[in-house]
Antibody, heavy 120, light 107 residues
Framework: EVQLVESGGGLVQPGGSLRLSCAAS????????MHWVRQAPGKGLEWVST????????YYADSVKGRFTISRDNSKNTLYLQMNSLRAEDTALYYC?????????????WGQGTLVTVSS | EIVLTQSPATLSLSPGERATLSCRAS??????LAWYQQKPGQVPRLLMY???KRATGTPGRFSGSGSGTDFTLTISSLEPEDFALYYC?????????FGGGTKVEIK
């Protein structure tokens, strides 16, 4: 059974940093692209970042480029999102999502999310 | 950036009725479009991908069609559990983008 468990969210002041983690199990983590998608309270879905399964590249939404860094540790089956220079508009539930295949860039399994609140 | 526009914003229907949801892209995405369902307090669920392929576990009453810039998700006969929010998503170009959503509510 595929499981994705996010952690690391919390309350942080504007300009602060957080590191999110996503522990994956139930599939061969290393061969799948993995994604972060966020949802602000009461709003729609927004793709944040992707780490390709082949290690070919990382991709970011313009809204987070230069501030967020996605990484993965295939030996630990864990995906990360380092978030720096946080802004109020980064407040959201952050989901880790598994790619449908190696690099389809559709999201077939989602974690329950970890809430990030940026406020003074 | 490819903008996805979903319509209508809200669809008010009764159980057993047919639901037709639209997603229009600002430029061609070929067939590379997915649909997700999200119920209150739950995580999104992949329903359809590549415009017309059902994801594992998607009931047969859901169907998807379209290519290029115009796509449709059809629910042939609404079940009580189908009343939810639906999002489309394209994967043709970076950044990956979602539509704003259509809420299917009970009339």
């Amino acid at each position: 059974e595929v499981q994705l468990v996010e952690s690391g969210g919390g309350l942080v002041q504007p300009g602060g940093s957080l590191r999110l983690s996503c522990a994956a199990s139930g599939f061969t983590f290393s061969i799948y692209a993995m994604h972060w998608v966020r949802q602000a309270p009461g709003k729609g879905l927004e793709w944040v970042s992707t780490f390709s399964g082949s290690g070919a590249g990382t991709y970011y939404a313009d809204s987070v480029k230069g501030r967020f860094t996605i990484s993965r540790d295939n030996s630990k089956n864990t995906l990360y999102l380092q978030m720096n220079s946080l802004r109020a508009e980064d407040t959201a539930l952050y989901y880790c999502a598994k790619d449908l295949s190696g690099g389809d860039h559709y999201f077939d399994y989602w974690g329950q999310g970890t809430l990030v609140t940026v406020s003074s | 950036e490819i903008v996805l526009t979903q319509s209508p914003a809200t669809l008010s229907l009764s159980p057993g009725e047919r639901a037709t949801l639209s997603c229009r892209a600002s430029q061609s995405v070929s067939i590379y479009l997915a649909w997700y369902q999200q119920k209150p307090g739950q995580v999104p669920r992949l329903l359809m991908y590549d415009a017309s392929k059902r994801a594992t576990g998607t009931p047969g009453r859901f169907s998807g069609s379209g290519s290029g810039t115009d796509f449709t998700l059809t629910i042939s006969s609404l079940e009580p559990e189908d009343f939810a929010l639906y999002y489309c998503q394209q994967r043709t170009n970076w950044p990956l983008t979602f539509g704003g959503g259509t809420k299917v509510e009970i009339k």
